[in-house]
């Protein structure tokens, strides 16, 4: 530990102490002019270069003489006296640029250019050309200092050696990591086809407001704000349903909804208090349309961004174009715990007895199909590696589905898991207001309970509900999870920029 600390201090004497030079170079060149301009227009990128000349010999490129202007940071620097060489970094790539004191004056290469800092901004204007070992190449006959950066950059220092930097301070991670770059790239073009199939089925994007006068829609604990003129609480939504269904009640057919939601609770590898969703209705559709209707997007989405329905997580290859696995919560339990029979299932005090076992904490309030679910979250989610429906879910935890015909027990609901992740929620809409308000006192109770605060729910929906709520299937997707499946990410925080963390 001792040893780590003076290597540690070590380096931040080096890094102060450049910060210290950088200073002064910035004093230095604004008193000879320099005022951060803003005059440069690239006229590419980089990647448009490498994909219209990578395959040109450099007998073309030299006939053709072909000029470009490109902007961005520089990475890397050899300085090899009448000449040098530099690498340009943009969001999109890596460019070799070539400089030669035979273009430049003698006092611009020597005593400025040479100066330059690697994290400098620069506007580089030039010929395009490949080198003996067949590297395309900017001849610059024009260099513009545009920004001059008073840090250096990490990997000046091996890098970040603390691997929560790259949370804290993602734009050093994207500057830094271009596997970190292409993930959110990746995650845009994700959404960008999730919201396009969407489109393309007729379904209208709406948006609902992210503060509640109450909370609800979830089963958890929110965050909460206060409104100074009105002088209320409001609460950060956690979900965004009762909204959009009086949407559906209002008229609307097929809306979907893309945004944040915000939920008061721990952090992991699967968790983030504040999360990306998407929520999708369709009148005279049940919860089985709706899982027809998610396999299909899975599928679409991942051949439209892979070309192909396969995709790589982990040790794990999954193939969306095949028909997804579907098992009965029951059967889910039953399959994973051999020492668990369908007797015990029915049994209460067996299964309080098989909770406290499994180290669960208890709810005075909790019937039978609490139990149920606590035993299942607990010793088979994980589990659940291929993708997997798992429906019949018990009444109690599913306060806004509708009670499935055959059995008052159970809901007309669904779960989609992916390698241990709940990627989806769905189910049929419970429109009967009766059994809506008894399930809204329930669950009320069951929160007050747990989490000690007094709750109350939306009237104005149960309302909206005695206006008539057609037949309806509803979907809720965490679209965070699932784009860790379709970047290969095992952490939610490499797919979310900002992430919540700990302050320091």
Do not use: C
């Not at 969306?320 to 007797?343: D, E, G, Y």
């Not at 699932?482 to 700990?502: A, E, G, W, Y």
């Amino acid at each position: 530990m001792f040893k780590r600390n003076i290597k540690n201090n070590k380096t931040q004497k080096s890094l102060n102490q450049e910060e210290k030079i950088r200073k002064k170079k910035l004093i230095d060149i604004r008193q000879e002019g320099f005022n951060f301009p803003n005059n440069f227009r690239p006229t590419t990128t980089i990647i448009q270069i490498h994909e219209l000349y990578f395959h040109k010999t450099n007998q073309y490129l030299k006939k053709e003489k072909i000029e470009i202007s490109i902007a961005g940071r520089m990475t890397q620097k050899r300085i090899m006296g009448k000449s040098s060489f530099f690498t340009l970094q943009d969001a999109d790539g890596k460019m070799q640029i070539y400089v030669t004191n035979k273009i430049f004056p003698i006092n611009f290469y020597s005593e400025h250019f040479k100066k330059w800092n690697l994290g400098d901004i620069i506007g580089v204007t030039g010929n395009i050309f490949k080198t003996k070992t067949g590297e395309l190449t900017i001849y610059s006959n024009t260099l513009q200092l545009l920004t001059k950066a008073l840090r250096p950059l990490p990997n000046k220092f091996h890098g970040l050696s603390d691997p929560e930097i790259k949370y804290r301070k993602r734009y050093l991670d994207l500057i830094s990591n271009t596997e970190s770059l292409k993930t959110f790239k990746k995650r845009s073009i994700i959404l960008n086809n999730i919201r396009t199939f969407m489109l393309e089925k007729n379904f209208l994007e709406v948006e609902t407001p992210m503060m509640h006068n109450i909370p609800g829609g979830a089963t958890a604990r929110p965050f909460i704000t206060y409104h100074n003129a009105l002088n209320i609480n409001l609460y950060l939504r956690v979900a965004p349903e009762l909204y959009l269904k009086k949407l559906i009640i209002g008229g609307f057919n097929r809306i979907f909804e893309i945004n944040r939601n915000f939920r008061n609770e721990g952090l992991s590898t699967r968790h983030n208090p504040e999360f990306t969703m998407m929520e999708v209705y369709i009148t005279y559709a049940n919860y089985e349309d709706m899982m027809q209707f998610t396999e299909n997007l899975l599928k679409t989405v991942s051949k439209k961004i892979n070309n192909t329905t396969k995709i790589y997580y982990g040790k794990y290859i999954f193939d969306f174009s095949k028909k997804f696995k579907r098992l009965t919560m029951k059967q889910a339990i039953l399959l994973f715990n051999k020492n668990i029979t369908p007797f015990d299932l029915d049994n209460i005090e067996i299964l309080k007895n098989i909770t406290l076992e499994l180290k669960i904490k208890i709810n005075k309030n909790w019937t039978i199909g609490h139990y149920i679910t606590q035993i299942f979250e607990k010793t088979v989610e994980k589990k659940l590696i291929e993708p997997t429906f798992i429906t019949n879910y018990p009444i109690e935890v599913s306060p806004l589905a509708k009670r499935n015909n055959l059995n008052n027990n159970i809901a007309d609901r669904f779960e989609l898991f992916i390698a241990g992740h709940e990627i989806g929620n769905g189910f049929s809409e419970l429109n009967d207001v009766e059994d809506q308000k008894k399930r809204f006192a329930e669950q009320i109770l069951n929160k007050e309970s747990q989490y000690d605060t007094q709750y109350s729910y939306d009237e104005d929906y149960i309302t909206a509900l005695e206006y008539g709520l057609p037949p309806t299937a509803g979907l809720g997707i965490g679209l965070d999870r699932l784009i860790m499946l379709f970047t290969n990410q095992h952490s939610i925080k490499d797919v979310i920029l900002f992430p919540t963390l700990r302050p320091i």
